[in-house]
């Protein structure tokens, strides 16, 4: 048997976006409800792509969005590549969602909660132990008086082992799910399929479950993600030559100055490639749920032959993680 790694666009939308019950049970599992009382019973679906009332305000689109019988919204993403951007852009997307539940004339009490669930595949806090990162809006000196309305979790999968949080067992499953199965897997660990939930989400990613034309979106999902990484590097690359360059100058006013030009040259070639990259995500994801091209281009700015040819790079990330 082979499988399909999970964390790519295609499965994860497939595993999460079409089963409710396990939807429900990865975000009992990973948001920081602290009593049952909390816990999501039943979602809704809301479309992934969040339009602005305004046409010239960015839109946004997401791997999975929905709402619970209570009115509170789930927003979940699955990040490949890193970027300082990313915190950010989900802090916009949660607020934005946030306050799109307010129609006019309606009183704010109405409000319920937001929570950004963020499953990354990189780590982006080489300083911080720990691999799950809670952020809300608490008093700064009494961490008990809190402001409910966003809940923003990220999770660093390369850190997670299975030890850590053993406590929650569901967490520490569905962590396992999406860190230990990839398309080199050939055989699923027999605890991790004891569990009814897990071992559905397994099926699920089967090879065989999916169609010739689901499989090549797969693979050039990966392509996309390897370019994204290439990009990513060439930037922090092109940072420290810049910082080299002012250092080798030897005198302190040289060297202020050259760190100063390089700093100057890294930002301004790291906010275009990024925006790039910003850029070539959205084309992908809007690729792989159907978009013609020439919709693509018109939304991305890229080319048609840019969207046709994604080019290979970094084994660091791979299909064959």
Not at 67 to 85: A, H, L, T, Y
Not at 176 to 203: F, M, W
Not at 277 to 304: C, H, Q, W
Request: charged letters at 30%.
């Amino acid at each position: 048997m082979r499988y399909l790694d999970p964390k790519a666009d295609l499965t994860f939308k497939k595993v999460f976006g079409e089963h409710k019950d396990l939807l429900i049970s990865l975000l009992n599992a990973l948001l920081p409800f602290e009593s049952a009382d909390e816990a999501v019973t039943e979602v809704e679906y809301l479309p992934a792509e969040m339009v602005p009332d305004n046409p010239l305000r960015k839109n946004s689109i997401v791997d999975v969005r929905c709402k619970d019988n209570r009115g509170r919204q789930f927003i979940v993403e699955m990040q490949m590549v890193w970027s300082k951007e990313f915190k950010r852009r989900v802090f916009f997307d949660a607020s934005k969602a946030y306050v799109r539940q307010l129609g006019e004339g309606r009183d704010y009490k109405l409000l319920e909660p937001v929570y950004s669930l963020n499953l990354v595949n990189e780590i982006f806090e080489p300083d911080m132990g720990e691999y799950y990162h809670y952020y809300h809006m608490v008093h700064s000196e009494r961490p008990d008086k809190v402001i409910d309305g966003l809940h923003l979790v990220f999770v660093e999968l390369p850190k997670f082992t299975p030890h850590s949080y053993s406590e929650r067992k569901m967490q520490v499953l569905w962590l396992r799910y999406l860190t230990e199965i990839n398309d080199q897997t050939r055989n699923v660990p027999e605890d991790l399929l004891a569990n009814p939930d897990i071992r559905k989400a397994v099926t699920e990613i089967e090879e065989s479950a999916f169609t010739d034309a689901e499989l090549l979106g797969y693979d050039k999902f990966w392509d996309t993600i390897r370019m994204e990484c290439t990009l990513v590097n060439s930037v922090e690359r092109r940072y420290k030559e810049g910082r080299t360059e002012g250092r080798a100058e030897g005198l302190a006013e040289g060297l202020e100055k050259g760190k100063a030009e390089g700093l100057k040259r890294g930002k301004a070639e790291g906010l275009a490639e990024g925006e790039r990259i910003n850029r070539l995500a959205t084309a992908r994801k809007m690729k792989v749920d159907g978009f013609p091209p020439e919709t693509i281009a018109k939304y991305t700015g890229l080319s048609t032959d840019e969207i046709g040819t994604f080019s290979k790079c970094s084994k660091n990330i791979s299909r064959h993680v």
